[in-house]
């Protein structure tokens, strides 16, 4: 089994080197790490009194692996989670915060067990989490990770500036796509053709 350092530098595999896209709600972002967190956290890496572009810029890979372990895996307590599903719901974390968890949650009650859908980690959503991969050890990461493939399509579909991260130029899979579907297993991935009638109402 991975450990959680391992899982964390592919996260930063997959979210890449530093980039500050318009469309980006999470605005300038280095290995995943966006200034906002930055600025949480009081990273003021370059000492110049501000948090800004420039402690982004400096940002190192084994800096961005510490702030995600830290931050994003024990703090929302995803240690918790039973194991085959916290490398999806660390790498959904990252992505997009406590969404990571009130899809987990969602899902949770669409197989009727009870929990609140707050994206907080507490005990009836770890005991909730726990039974449902008793009751489906072999579907309940497949299950969400199809989830978060879902998400991703929805809020696309929402906020048409996000659309780039969901489909490619040439109509295939964007990253967000290809990104759950890391976690899917390879029969339940959405062929070509599938992906792009699901998006085929797209301006």
Request: hydrophobic letters at 40%.
């Amino acid at each position: 089994m991975q450990t959680v350092t391992q899982i964390a530098q592919e996260i930063i595999a997959r979210e890449g080197g530093y980039v500050n896209d318009a469309d980006d709600p999470g605005g300038s972002t280095k290995y995943g790490v966006t200034i906002h967190t930055m600025r949480r956290l009081g990273l003021d890496l370059t000492q110049d009194g501000r948090v800004d572009d420039g402690d982004v810029r400096v940002l190192t890979r084994a800096h961005a692996v510490s702030i995600f372990v830290e931050h994003y895996f024990r703090a929302p307590r995803i240690d918790r989670l039973p194991a085959p599903l916290q490398a999806s719901v660390f790498d959904m974390y990252v992505n997009s915060g406590a969404n990571a968890v009130k899809i987990l949650q969602r899902l949770l009650i669409e197989m009727r067990i009870t929990v609140t859908v707050d994206g907080v980690i507490g005990p009836e959503t770890i005991a909730a989490a726990k039974q449902a991969m008793q009751a489906a050890p072999d579907h309940l990461v497949d299950a969400y990770g199809i989830a978060r493939r879902a998400y991703y399509y929805d809020l696309a579909e929402r906020r048409p500036a996000s659309r780039k991260y969901a489909r490619r130029r040439d109509g295939g899979k964007g990253g967000w796509i290809r990104r759950a579907e890391d976690f899917v297993s390879a029969r339940y991935h959405l062929t070509d053709a599938e992906h792009r009638a699901r998006v085929a109402k797209w301006v």
